[in-house]
């Protein structure tokens, strides 16, 4: 099979296991938590690293911002080998009881985005695999920690969630909003493959906060270290799967 355009990795480079955080820089976190990795190759919004945990070989890729471009890395990093996608990222809280760093792991995304509805109906669910989701989920209690467990939305407008888009999630009990999860759900179970997503809160919208809000940087200092924890049960997951 040819070099994918947009990743540029060919079959034979990758592992079956794949996890897809956002941000590129997110891709050398999860690298230096590893047993060992390897720049594979890196273009435009996409790095790719090879590594291994505790025995268990993966494929760490950044995906970007946005379902647009998390499609693209469903769609090629799927034809040259991965059968499961895990998603580790972040999100902005739909509840008032959730806090900034607080964890979600996502039972299900509703489609308000646009890329899904380009491949199916909005009316198909946008759902997990049952083994990813409940890996998470075991990987997160194993470690004591606790997390939200729950549906999500994702949305391709950040700066046009307005009150009445949030009060209405909040009123449907949606947990979190994020930019990726509903497309990878799809895509992953279109295909026939695996994908489950574990988030980190960065905001709350109820509260009228987003990241960034209250910090210098993109992500407030607890979002940061709860990202590292929210890492670590990923890469306990997928020993498991």
Partial sequence: ????????????????????????????????????????????????????????????????IGCPSAAIAVEELSRVGVETFVRCGTCGALQPDMEVGDMVVATGAAKEEGTSKRYESPNYP?????????????????????????????????YNEDDEYVEDWNDANLLAIEMEAATVFSLARRKGLAAGAICTVDGNL??????????????????????????RITLNAITSL
């Fill in 1 to 64: 099979m040819a070099k994918q355009p947009h990743l540029l990795v060919e079959e034979g480079d990758v592992h079956e296991i794949a996890v897809i955080p956002g941000d590129p820089g997110r891709v050398d976190r999860i690298a230096d938590l590893c047993d060992d990795s390897e720049v594979v190759a890196q273009n435009r919004e996409y790095k790719i690293v090879n590594a291994s945990y505790e025995g268990t070989d993966l494929t760490i890729c950044s995906t970007g």
């Fill in 126 to 158: 946008a759902v997990p695999d049952y083994d990813v989701l409940t890996g998470l989920v075991g990987a997160a209690e194993d470690n004591d920690e606790e997390i939200h467990v729950g549906p999500i939305v994702s949305d391709d407008a950040f």
């Fill in 206 to 231: 109820v509260a009228g906060s987003q990241k960034g809000a209250d910090s210098d940087d993109e992500l407030p200092a607890k979002a940061k270290d709860n990202v590292e924890r929210a890492i």
